[in-house]
Every structure is written in C-alpha cells, then in structure tokens.
C-alpha cells in the first residue's frame, strides 16, 4: 500500500475561498423555495408560543424527560418510536433523492433556509450583486462601508439570538424563558445553548453558506449514489445551447452557427456555490433550480423555448425514454407509507399507563404464625397520560390470592405511583412451586387506559 | 494553525458532534440524569446542567476516538 502523501491534490480541493455574491433571482422555484422558508421559519418561530392542553404545542421537556408533541406525550421508553421516525426520515430521503436529487437541500434543509434570510437580509442593508461587489472593493476605511457593515452584522446578529432563543423554547417553556431573559435572569446552561445556537446560525448562515454544503455536510457525499439515469436532475441542454455566444437581434443564430445559449453567465451569477451548470452534474450543485429561473427569464426575453436548463433525466437527455415511476420509487413509497402509518397507528392506540411489578428479591416466600404463605412486590404505576385517572387494580391467576393494597387507586397525570404490595394465600390453595399470576390496572374513566403484567407467586410445594 | 492541521480538527471535530448528539439521546433516554447526578453526589446539578455535561462527555469521547483513527492513520517516521 503507497502512503505517499498526496498533498498537491488535496490542497486544490481545498483552494481558499473567495467569496460570493449570489445574484437575486425570480422565478417560479425561487417562488417554491421562499415559501418553503416561510413555511418552515414560521413553524419553528411560532409553534413555541401556542399552547395545547396547558402545554406548549412542541416541547421537549428535558428536565422532566418527556416529549410534547401537538397532543401525544412522549415518554423515555416511548424511544422506539423515534428510532422509527428516523427510519421514515431516511426512507423519504431515499425517495426524494432517487425521485429528484437533492430536493432537501434546495428547498428544506435549515442551511438552505437560514442563508436565504441571511441573504435577504444582506440585500437589503447593501443592494444587489454588484452594489455589494463594488462595496466589498472599497477599502476598509471608507464610512459608508463601515456603517452598512455594522449595520448587517447588527441585524444578522440580533436575527440568530432570535433564533437561539427560539431553539431554546422548545426545550425550556418559552414564555418562562422570555420573562427569565428581560429579567437577566438567564440560568447558565440555558444561556449557553442560547449562545451556542445562535453563532451556529450566525456563522453557517453568514459566513461559511456553501462551504457547509461542500465540506461539512454528509448527505451530499453519498446522495450521488442514489441517483440512477432516470432522476430529475438540473441539467443544462447541450444539445440545444451549444455552440453558445453572444448574439445580435434579429438575426437567425442559425445562420452564425450558434445554440439557444447567448452566454449571458446569468445560471452561474446566481448559483449559491458558484458552479457552472453548462459543465455537468457536479457534486457541489445543491440542487436549489435557481439557474433554470434565471435561464428560464433570459428565453423568455429572447423569444426562445423556456428549459434551456430544466429538471430532466439522464436518459432523457441521452433521447432515451426515461421512466419517473420505476420498481425503487414504488417499493421506497410502500416501504414509507406502511412504516409511517404503522408508527401514526401505534402511536394513537397505545396505552397511556404502564404497570411494572418487582418481586421482592430479598425472600422467595414467607410463612406467618397462622400458615399463611405471602409474596412481596413492588408495584409501579406509571399514568403517561395527559389527565388524572383512577384505576381499578385486579389480581388473577390464583384462586384465593389477597393483596394488601386498595381496589381502586389515583395516579395523576404523568406521575409514577409505587406501592408496597403483599399477596397471601391459603397454602391449600396452591398446587405449584411457581404459579403465574397476573396484576392488572384499568382506568374507571376509559377502559382503553389499561394494561396488564405478569409475575410470579411462589410457595413452599414440592414440585 | 496550517490548513491541513485546521482541516484535520474541523474533520475530528464535526462529526464527533453528531455523533455526541445521538449518544446523548440514546443515553439519556434510558437513564434519568437526576438519578445519575444523585448516584455519583452530585445533587446540586440541574438536569440541564447533567444534560450538558454528558453531552460534552461524549463530544470528547468520540472526538479522542476520531484523533487516534487520524494519529494511526498517519505515516510513522523511519
């Protein structure tokens, strides 16, 4: 094995960057993707504040370990349903990819979404491409540049506080931690993931943008491998475009031997990682379609076929018949759609209370001075519900059987009751070293509240 | 620091991240952190606090596993 270190072609990978201006685009996928912003944003930004049954809509109570979800209460041993919902989570990214590439990342994933306010924003505070071109060439010193500098980074600023702060809020209640915060009375661990939270999205949706996509992000090294000739991927018509050029109007580009291509390098002006899409697929190319509005914008005035840059399939392209619907996307689809509404089901019916019963591990049995054969157990009950129930307690499984504790106990919501319990018998009664006997509770309010659990009694009987 | 050395921390450091991130769920979806604070005398801490620490723990943890993997992947002088 050579270990020849391979230095030359590891540092043009990682040439340093120089910074880029993506141009404003519009268009009907600029169009999809600020709605997908807004969507997004609002949700997390407004979720926090509204309040379902007394609690927060979302909220993952860490401190009291349990997860508030619309109006499902989640609890620690409720972890195989998130282990299901990442299954699902991967499922759909598996679809959407084989479907149309990296559609996550051009419209959905909170990289892409936190740099388009940032970029917004930036807009706003500097104007367009080239206004914020010609400022960055100005010298340090110059005032205007200063003030708008300072201005933008103020805005940024206060923006991604806003965001840790609501990051936060789905942790702690967010309007205690409002009042804690306008008090300056911010405990330290809150303040540090407030902090914390809030340079991640100051430093990934400000300054390193892209870069996140190219070297930090997992997903775009292994999504090509998902990719088969018939995706919908953005792909630029060569066939069509070339040979590009410039053009006069009014003449035939027939005539000059050119393509619908006037190589106007609008497609690279806009791209966020500053690639060309007339190069090829490239893995930098998340996927966010804003070269086909720009492009679609140029046909358009020219009088030309919009698509010049369009999503299609390699096939396509090849002339080929390229199928959208093939074996992968229907089995990715029944796989999804019977694991997620397996989850939703599971998820609406299960019980809202636990019983878990612990023998005594200190003494199999005891005998009293009237001959009376006893078990002891600990009962735990466990009401995961978002409501106070009562619930009748039974013992079955052995004729005979007494316990100790009341027929009908109180559990208020999301309390776990434990109770010493005694269960005695006439050894008449008992035919079996090992008899199994069932405890059960049932809510007197819902009888679906219910479960039961199996244990063991024993007694002094030779097998 | 050279960019090779930065490249090679951000490398150790980013993924560690997540993977402390998963541990930390996993982990702390079985064990109760109030628990664990008292077991080792340290009733003081609030569970935020038990949360962020065990966090940290395991962002140390797998960041030493990923500085070793780049320690013997490295070649040895002659």
């Known amino acids: ?52 049954n007394e609690h927060q809509i979302i909220l993952f109570d860490l401190p009291a370990r349990k997860f508030y979800i619309f109006h499902w209460v989640f609890w620690p041993q409720d972890f195989i349903y998130l282990a299901l919902l990442l299954i699902c989570a991967a499922l759909a990214l598996f679809l959407f990819t084989a479907l149309a590439g990296r559609l ?25 491409r080239s206004q914020q071109m010609k400022l960055d060439a100005l010298p340090n010193s110059n005032k205007r540049k200063i003030s708008l500098k300072i201005t933008k980074h103020s805005i940024w600023l206060t923006f991604s506080l806003f965001t840790g702060f609501t990051f936060v809020g ?36 400000g300054w390193l943008r892209e870069q996140v996509c190219m070297y930090m992000c997992p997903y775009a090294r292994f999504q090509s491998a998902m990719l088969d000739a018939n995706t919908l991927l953005i792909s630029y018509d060569a066939e069509r475009g070339e040979s590009r050029g410039r053009r006069k109007r009014g003449t035939d580009p027939k005539e000059d031997n050119l393509g619908d291509c006037i190589d106007c390098s609008l497609c690279v002006q806009v791209c966020p990682t500053d690639i060309d899409i ?21 046909m358009e005035k020219m009088g030309y076929e919009k698509g010049l840059v369009k999503y299609t399939t390699e096939n396509a392209l090849e002339g080929k018949e390229s199928k959208i619907i093939r074996p992968r996307i229907i089995l990715y689809s029944i796989l999804l759609i019977s694991i997620l509404s397996g989850v939703l089901y599971s998820i609406e019916t299960r019980s809202f209370v636990e019983l878990d019963v612990i023998r005594d591990r200190n003494s199999l049995y005891r005998e009293d001075f009237e001959g009376m054969i006893s ?31 009341k027929e009908l106990i109180d559990v208020k919501a999301g309390q776990v009751l434990e109770i ?16 199994e006997i069932y405890f059960s509770v049932s809510a ?20 | 620091m050279d960019n090779k050395k930065k490249r090679l921390v951000i490398g150790i450091l980013w993924p560690s991240f997540w ?20 077991q080792n005398g340290f009733e003081s801490l609030s569970d935020l606090a038990v949360y962020s620490i065990g966090f940290f723990f395991f962002w140390g943890i797998c960041a030493w596993t990923g500085f070793f993997s780049i320690i013997f992947s490295q070649r040895t002088s002659k």
């Open chain 1, 104 to 128: 996550w990342c051009g419209y959905a994933c909170p990289q892409t979404v936190w740099t388009e306010v940032f970029l917004w924003i930036e807009r706003k505070v500097e104007g367009t």
């Open chain 1, 420 to 435: 010493p319990l005694q269960a005695i018998i006439d050894p008449i009664n008992l035919t079996e070293p090992t008899t």
């Open chain 1, 170 to 205: 789905f942790f702690t209640p967010i309007r205690e931690l409002y009042f804690s915060v306008i008090q300056f009375q911010l405990g330290p661990w809150e303040s540090f993931w407030l902090l914390f939270y809030s340079t991640a999205t100051y430093g990934n949706a």
């Open chain 2, 19 to 38: 993977m402390a991130c998963i541990t930390s769920g996993v982990v702390f979806s079985a064990i109760d952190p109030t628990e664990l604070a008292k």
């Open chain 1, 375 to 405: 078990n002891t157990y600990t009962i735990k009950v466990l009401n995961m519900d978002t409501i106070d129930h009562q619930f009748e307690f039974k013992t079955t499984g052995l004729e005979g059987l007494t316990v100790s504790i």
């Open chain 1, 1 to 52: 094995m050579s270990h020849e270190p391979n230095d030359s072609i590891e540092s043009s990978l990682f040439v340093k960057r120089k910074k880029l201006y993506p141009r404003e685009v519009h268009g009907l996928f600029a169009t999809l993707r600020i709605a997908g912003v807004v969507l997004l944003l609002g949700m997390f930004y407004f979720l926090p504040w509204i309040n379902l």
């Open chain 1, 278 to 298: 007339r190069d090829g697929l490239q893995y930098e190319c998340i996927g966010c379609a804003a070269c086909i509005d720009a492009c679609d914008g140029v």
């Open chain 1, 444 to 463: 007197t309010d819902n009888d679906k509240v219910s479960t039961i659990t199996e244990s063991r009694f024993l007694g002094p009987i030779e097998p």
